[in-house]
C-alpha cells in the first residue's frame, strides 16, 4: 500500500464525488505560476475542512497560514451571508497571490488577509474582534504550534473546534527522537493540549491520519469543551 493506490483513490473520489471547480483549479494553477511552495491542503482536505465549517454552522473561521489562499477558498465558501474568515500570512507574496485568488472567486468580501508573523497579529484579533470564532484552522509554521493551540483556545466559542494541519509528517511524530523542528512542534502542540493548565481542562482532541497526493499526513481535531 503506498503512494501510487493512495493517488488513485484520491482521483476515484475527487472524480467521483467532487464538483468541477474552476475558481479552485484556477488558484492552484496562479499558486504554481507564482512559485509558491505546493503544499495547499489537497482538494478532499479543502472540502472536509468546508463541511466542518458547514456542518458546526461557523460565521466566523480564523486561519493561520495562508498561502494563495486554497483552503480559504474552501472555508470562506462555508460561511453564510455576513460571516467572515480572517486569514494570516507571513508573506506579503503569499498574500498578494492569495488576494488576487480570493478576488477571481469572488470572495474579497467573506476574507481579511492580515500580513505579518501570527504570533504579532493574534493580540490585535483578539482585542478586536465582536465575538469569538467557531473554527480555527491551523497550518502555519509547525513550530509555533502549541502557540497557536493556545491562541485557538483563547479565541474560539465553547463548542467550536481548532484544526491543525500536518500533525504525523510520514509517521514521524511517533518518533520520540526526532529533532526536526516541525515534528517537535507538533509533539510540544501535543503535550500542550493534555498537561498545559490553561489549555487541557478546555479541551478535547484526537489526531486523524491521511493518505493522498500529500503523501501521508494528518490532522488534529480539537474542540473546545462547554465549561463544565
Ligand atoms: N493553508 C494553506 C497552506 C498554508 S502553507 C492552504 O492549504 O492553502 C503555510 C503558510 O504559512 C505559508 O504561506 C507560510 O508563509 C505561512 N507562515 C509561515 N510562518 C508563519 C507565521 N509565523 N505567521 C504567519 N504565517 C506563516
Ligand atoms: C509543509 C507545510 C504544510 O502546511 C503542508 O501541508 C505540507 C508541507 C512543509 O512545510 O513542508
Ligand atoms: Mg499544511
Not at 511552495?37 to 475542512?49: M, N, Q, W
Not at 465549517?53 to 472555508?75: F, K, M, N, V
Not at 480570493?102 to 490585535?124: K, N, T, Y
Request: glycine residues 8%.
Amino acid at each position: 500500500m503506498s503512494q501510487a493506490i493512495w493517488s488513485a483513490v484520491e482521483h476515484y473520489t475527487v472524480s467521483t464525488l467532487h464538483a468541477k471547480d474552476d475558481a479552485l483549479e484556477r488558484a492552484l494553477a496562479a499558486c504554481e505560476a507564482a512559485g509558491l511552495p505546493p503544499i495547499s491542503v489537497a482538494p478532499a482536505e479543502g472540502k472536509l475542512l468546508h463541511l466542518f465549517a458547514r456542518a458546526c454552522g461557523a460565521t466566523r473561521i480564523l486561519e493561520i497560514g495562508t498561502l494563495g489562499g486554497y483552503s480559504a477558498i474552501w472555508l470562506a465558501r462555508a460561511l453564510p451571508a455576513g460571516g467572515r474568515l480572517i486569514t494570516l500570512e507571513i508573506s506579503p507574496e503569499h498574500a498578494s497571490v492569495a488576494a488576487s485568488n480570493l478576488a477571481a472567486a469572488d470572495l474579497s468580501e467573506r476574507v481579511e488577509i492580515r500580513v505579518g508573523r501570527a504570533l504579532d497579529l493574534l493580540p490585535g484579533i483578539e482585542r478586536e474582534m465582536d465575538r469569538p470564532f467557531d473554527l480555527v484552522f491551523v497550518d502555519a509554521d509547525k513550530q509555533s504550534n502549541a502557540e497557536y493551540v493556545r491562541w485557538g483556545v483563547r479565541l474560539t466559542r465553547p463548542g467550536g473546534v481548532i484544526i491543525v494541519d500536518n500533525v504525523v509528517r510520514a509517521g514521524e511524530v511517533a518518533d520520540a527522537g526526532s529533532t526536526d523542528e516541525r515534528v517537535l512542534g507538533v509533539r510540544r502542540m501535543n503535550q500542550v493540549l493534555v498537561n498545559d493548565p490553561y489549555v487541557a481542562p478546555r479541551v478535547d482532541a484526537t489526531a486523524i491520519q491521511t493518505v493522498g497526493s500529500k503523501g501521508y499526513d494528518g490532522f488534529a481535531f480539537i474542540a473546545v469543551k462547554h465549561p463544565e
